[in-house]
């Protein structure tokens, strides 16, 4: 049974930092893509940063530059370091694995983040 665990949402200051970690199971983890997504209310869950099993990052343009994700392929778990945090990046988080094979595709439950003075 597939499993991802998120943890490390919480509330920040404008202007401050949270590191989200994402541990997961039953997978063979070095060979997924691991994401991480987040949905603000009233919006579509969106894309904020991918890295591939062979730690190729893509991100949003919106975090560019101030959040960095990463993996620790010896632990199972992804990382995402979030800095300078605006009150726009509110959302909940969610850790997505993926293979790219169909229907392999896994979602964790969410860890809010709110950034508000």
């Known amino acids: 049974q597939v499993q991802l665990v998120e943890s490390g949402g919480g509330l920040v200051q404008p202007g401050g930092s949270l590191r989200l970690s994402c541990a997961a199971s039953?997978?063979?983890?070095?060979?997924?893509?691991m994401g991480w997504y987040r949905q603000a209310p009233g919006n579509q869950r969106e894309l904020v940063t991918a890295i591939t099993g062979a730690g190729t990052t893509n991100y949003a343009d919106s975090v560019k530059g101030r959040f960095t994700i990463s993996r620790d392929n010896a632990k199972n778990t992804v990382y995402l370091q979030m800095n300078s945090l605006k009150p726009e990046d509110t959302a909940v988080y969610f850790c997505n694995a993926k293979s790219g094979y169909p229907n392999d595709d896994h979602w964790g439950q969410g860890t809010q983040v709110t950034v508000s003075s």
């Open positions: 039953g997978i063979i983890f070095r060979i997924y893509a």
